[in-house]
């Protein structure tokens, strides 16, 4: 399984957040418009991502619900027939809910800086620093993510402990 550090922020001004990821970025990925189907699970989440940029992906994961920088291990899996996948999966497990999303991505290093327009929540932030599960690495993933937290002027009183997929559903 891989592993990430995560924050999740919402941002009022896309503007003035999408300048400061430019400058602070190593490189520029681009805009992916995602729609994740979230399926009904005992436990952890399961979702079926749709991307334009990357195809279908069945992405299981575990992540708690905790304020701050929080750990997630999760498997990302191809698919090559999304629809197909969807339907089996619906009718075994049940849908959950459905985010869409419009996603701009930028790379400092290992870490994904994301700006997401989330269809009925609104503007937000995230960060994701991808690293190997050690507890050495998660320690200087921290610090990434800390450091890039305040160069970006995302506050700890600002950061979300959910997923969009339980923001949908308050």
Do not use: C
Not at 9 to 30: H, I, K, M, N, Q
């Amino acid at each position: 399984m891989g592993a990430n550090l995560e924050i999740k922020a919402p941002v009022a001004d896309p503007a003035a957040f999408r300048a400061r990821a430019r400058a602070l970025a190593t490189e520029t990925v681009g805009v992916d418009r995602q729609v994740d189907t979230y399926f009904r699970v005992p436990t952890g989440r399961l979702k079926l991502r749709e991307s334009s940029l990357s195809g279908a992906q069945l992405i299981p994961y575990r992540r708690p619900d905790d304020d701050g920088p929080r750990r997630a291990d999760y498997q990302v899996l191809p698919v090559a027939d999304a629809g197909g996948l969807k339907a089996l999966l619906t009718e075994m497990l049940g849908v959950h809910r459905v985010v869409r999303k419009r996603r701009e991505i930028w790379l400092v290093g290992n870490v994904r800086i994301h700006l997401d327009a989330v269809e009925a929540l609104g503007d937000f932030m995230e960060l994701e620093a991808v690293f190997d599960g050690t507890p050495a690495a998660e320690a200087e993933e921290q610090r990434k993510v800390a450091h890039l937290m305040k160069e970006l002027g995302v506050a700890e009183a600002d950061l979300v402990a959910t997923s969009y997929e339980a923001l949908l559903g308050e």
